[in-house]
């Protein structure tokens, strides 16, 4: 029998912030990775489920999918107080080290040894992006239209390089006719979908 799953946690105003802070610095150039790890394993704030969720709504908002969730996050569980803490916690110690690496990068720019470190620098950080969306979707346990949507958007993606918002409006109906196929609400399929 599985281990049932630890119990969520509300943090105070104080973990909030912490908590972002921690995301924000560990992540400088995958925060994906680190906000999913701190939230849904280290700190037990959100579920996977509903992290996903909140990640999947950011994404298809304007601005950073994962600024967007900080703000809902944080909402969450302190109204705009928390949001104003836990996007703060995440922009601050990013904001310092772009700041000297930006310094740093006026002044030794142009050395040649600069290019292979910002080379292997974008290289690890896309190999975040992907291991974060490999485990999540393993442990999402989608069904096979979600599995469906979720193929088809990565070949809108990578193979026809459409834009995403293009993508999202492309899909989204797609993705919610399912769900309401699913749940019994369209066509009468309920009985089909269980």
Avoid at 49 to 58: C, N, S
Avoid at 144 to 173: K, Q, S, T
């Amino acid at each position: 029998m599985p281990d049932a799953p630890p119990a969520l946690v509300r943090p105070s105003h104080a973990a909030l912030f912490l908590g972002y802070l921690k995301i924000g610095l560990f992540g400088f150039g995958g925060v994906a990775a680190w906000a999913r790890r701190v939230i849904v394993e280290e700190r037990h704030w959100l579920t996977e489920r509903e992290y996903a969720e909140i990640l999947g709504l950011g994404q298809i908002l304007p601005g950073p999918n994962v600024g967007n969730a900080a703000v809902m996050i944080g909402r969450r569980f302190h109204g705009l107080a928390g949001a104003l803490l836990a996007t703060s916690g995440l922009y601050c110690a990013p904001l310092i080290i772009l700041v000297g690496l930006c310094l740093f990068y006026d002044r030794y720019g142009q050395a040649p040894a600069v290019e292979p470190v910002m080379n292997g620098i974008a290289a690890g950080a896309a190999g975040m992006v992907i291991g974060t969306a490999l485990k999540m979707t393993g442990k999402l346990k989608l069904s096979v239209e979600a599995l469906a949507v979720l193929l088809l958007a990565a070949v809108a993606a990578f193979v026809f390089r459409l834009p995403l918002p293009l993508i999202v409006v492309l899909l989204a109906p797609v993705s919610i006719a399912f769900s309401l196929w699913r749940a019994g609400l369209l066509g009468g399929a309920k009985g089909a979908a269980q």
